[in-house]
């Protein structure tokens, strides 16, 4: 994979408990086991906000323009997605994070849900949720965390393919 990413974070956004987001990026993904490449580059703005003392709450926007280049030898499946496309998603996420420390947990526990809708503008159309789980435990004094993590997702293509960039 090669990637690309400038992102910037202002971590109090209008001197408020607040942080925004922006970036660009381009990625490109070589399979050649399936002979294509996904190409992806695009940006996208994020507002971040806290819940009370554990919670989180974000809301954003993202434009991506993709290129699927299907090779010589691809299966059919993945000729069938070649090609350019544009995506346009709002996403809004909520977390949760009983953690000890938010950056190299030792104990507790985090949470979180993103919900996205894509289709307001662009080629593609789907709603995707995702929920996440982790749990971390200290086993030997602060050496050894134990940590067990758990994601569950859902992809609706709303009447038309679910994407290989989109799926899980």
């Given at each position: 994979?090669?990637?690309a990413?400038?992102?910037?974070?202002?971590?109090?956004?209008?001197?408020?408990?607040?942080?925004?987001?922006?970036?660009?990026f381009t990625?490109?993904?070589?399979?050649?086991?399936?002979?294509?490449?996904?190409e992806?580059e695009?940006?996208?703005?994020?507002?971040?906000?806290?819940?009370?003392?554990?919670g989180?709450?974000?809301l954003?926007?993202?434009?991506?323009k993709r290129?699927?280049v299907?090779?010589?030898?691809?299966?059919?499946?993945?000729?069938?997605l070649?090609?350019?496309?544009?995506?346009?998603?709002?996403?809004?996420?909520?977390?949760?994070?009983?953690?000890?420390?938010r950056?190299n947990?030792?104990?507790g526990?985090?949470?979180?849900?993103?919900?996205?809708?894509?289709?307001i503008?662009?080629?593609?159309?789907?709603?995707?949720?995702?929920?996440?789980?982790?749990?971390?435990?200290?086993?030997?004094?602060?050496?050894?965390?134990?940590?067990?993590?758990?994601?569950?997702?859902y992809?609706?293509?709303?009447?038309?393919?679910?994407?290989?960039?989109?799926?899980?």
């Amino acid at each position: 994979e090669n990637r690309a990413d400038f992102s910037f974070t202002e971590p109090f956004f209008l001197d408020r408990n607040a942080s925004i987001t922006n970036n660009i990026f381009t990625t490109v993904q070589e399979y050649p086991e399936s002979n294509y490449n996904n190409e992806r580059e695009g940006g996208g703005l994020s507002i971040l906000y806290n819940i009370g003392e554990y919670g989180s709450q974000s809301l954003g926007y993202r434009l991506e323009k993709r290129n699927i280049v299907a090779y010589d030898g691809a299966a059919s499946s993945i000729k069938s997605l070649a090609g350019e496309s544009i995506l346009s998603a709002v996403t809004l996420g909520n977390s949760i994070d009983k953690t000890d420390n938010r950056f190299n947990p030792t104990e507790g526990w985090a949470t979180s849900n993103r919900l996205s809708l894509a289709g307001i503008g662009g080629d593609k159309k789907y709603f995707k949720a995702t929920q996440s789980f982790s749990t971390y435990k200290e086993v030997i004094d602060e050496n050894i965390i134990g940590s067990i993590s758990t994601q569950v997702g859902y992809i609706d293509g709303l009447n038309q393919n679910i994407d290989i960039s989109d799926r899980f």
